[in-house]
Nanobody
């Protein structure tokens, strides 16, 4: 399976963005999808996941500010981010794995190329 992340950009603090993760070479309904991010000088960090039953989990750092959804017909997973803060600045990556979802990046088999999110005034 291949993943293509998009939707990043420059946004002011308090703003919103919607990231997309298009899945190809496989059927989204068979995969759990996670979002991770890496900020400059920091380790990769879990953000959110959606499993095959559309259950979701968000990291404490973004809880209440992000919503992950999946559109099986479009084979795409979305990450809606609101009330963005400067500390949300990072490259965001989506990843997929068959079976159960996980917040551990090492559990994922396939990764997208990343999309830059910059939150700045």
């Amino acid at each position: 399976v291949q993943l293509q992340a998009s939707g990043g950009g420059l946004v002011r603090p308090g703003g919103s963005l919607r990231l997309s993760c298009a899945v190809s070479g496989g059927t989204l309904s068979n995969y759990a999808v996670g979002w991770f991010r890496r900020a400059p000088g920091r380790e990769r960090e879990f953000v959110s996941w959606s499993n095959t039953a559309s259950n979701t989990i968000n990291a404490d750092s973004v809880k209440g500010r992000v919503t992950i959804t999946r559109d099986v017909a479009k084979n795409t997973v979305y990450l809606e981010m609101n009330s963005l803060k400067t500390e949300d600045t990072a490259v965001y990556y989506c990843a997929a794995k068959p079976g159960r979802a996980s917040s551990q990046a090492t559990d994922y088999d396939a990764w997208g190329q990343g999309t830059q999110v910059t939150v700045s005034s």
